[in-house]
């Protein structure tokens, strides 16, 4: 017989550690958590700009911290310390470069099944995954000559490079601000006023715009981009039309509908994922973190998640459990 775990937990980002420390925490030790990428925190580490700062309470909205992980405001790199401190304590048992396929709803737990063909079984499923693992795509297509350099991070970015940075949201505006003092930035958002964004995000940038630093080009959407010679030559639905050695889109990301379904998770008439007030989505499967559809990017509410998850659905069954 294999080992049946109490807890699975399918995402090493902030919201998958939360809870699995706080179950350990709560006497729940039996848990094993999935990571697809080669380590924790893959969204903070792929999308975040080196030592950009990391506020506590997201795009201004105060969470109360419930849980056992003292976060503070901080940066990039203190963020993941603190997580990697967290899991350090906790012993938690990870299994990194993991991906799940399927997930089925066995008599009395749950079979997790890897893309590698490996099974393993559990009581409990807590879905823990972000959106940016599958980020937003523009409506037009990009010539396969060019698909290199459209990006999703600036992680490719050279220097001395037109760059174009598609978006409205906090990615966008930092995206722009880092990268503009090395390269010529233009910033392209299809509204004519930013509003998705943090205030401070915001008027960094426009700051930028304002001094010549960084060209704007907003209220105007691109039609489509052709090749041309290896450059990026984007129409704009205002007539003009620019040249960029690099485009980076950032537009946010998607709700992974498939996955989720082949997770057990349950999707309402508008193919979103529900959850209580306890986050419980359905009987024993349990969603924390951006995939909740809440304040997406709050670290602190992702932290809650993870609380919320153990003290009000999983941990009393499971020591009641040990203790019958």
Not at 59 to 71: A, E, P, R, S, T
Not at 146 to 155: C, F, G, V, W
Not at 161 to 188: K, P
Request: glycine residues 8%; negative net charge.
């Amino acid at each position: 017989m294999k080992n049946v775990y109490d807890i699975a937990i399918i995402g090493a980002g902030p919201a998958g550690i939360a809870t699995s420390c706080e179950a350990v925490i709560f006497g729940v030790k039996n848990i094993l958590m999935f990571e697809k990428g080669e380590n924790h925190s893959q969204t903070i580490r792929k999308y975040f700009n080196d030592n950009k700062p990391v506020d506590k309470d997201w795009k201004g909205i105060k969470v109360d911290l419930k849980g056992h992980i003292d976060f503070t405001d901080g940066t990039k790199e203190s963020t993941l310390d603190l997580f990697e401190e967290s899991l350090e304590k906790k012993l938690i048992d990870a299994k990194f470069n993991t991906e799940i396929s399927k997930v089925s709803r066995l008599k009395n737990r749950f079979k997790i099944i890897t893309t590698t063909g490996e099974s393993y079984f559990a009581k409990k499923i807590v879905v823990a995954i972000g959106k940016m693992g599958k980020p937003n795509k523009p409506s037009y297509k990009i010539p396969s000559s060019l698909k290199s350099r459209a990006n999703h991070t600036i992680s490719d970015c050279k220097g001395n490079e037109d760059v174009l940075v598609v978006g409205g949201g906090d990615s966008a505006c930092e995206y722009a601000y880092f990268i503009h003092q090395d390269n010529n930035v233009t910033f392209n958002y299809r509204r004519e006023e930013i509003t998705k964004a943090n205030p401070k995000n915001i008027k960094n940038l426009m700051n930028c715009v304002e001094d010549g630093e960084i060209k704007a080009k907003l209220g105007v959407d691109i039609e489509k981009v052709e090749d041309e010679n290896g450059i990026f030559k984007v129409f704009y639905t205002d007539g003009s039309i620019e040249k960029y050695d690099r485009v980076i889109y950032a537009l946010g990301g998607v709700t992974p509908k498939e996955f989720l379904k082949s997770c057990c998770v349950k999707l309402d008439e508008k193919e979103k994922p529900f959850i209580d007030d306890k986050n419980q989505n359905c009987d024993g499967i349990y969603l924390a973190g951006d995939i909740c559809g809440s304040i997406g990017g709050s670290i602190a509410l992702a932290l809650n998640h993870g609380y919320n998850i153990i003290t009000d659905c999983i941990v009393d069954e499971v020591l009641e459990e040990k203790s019958a």
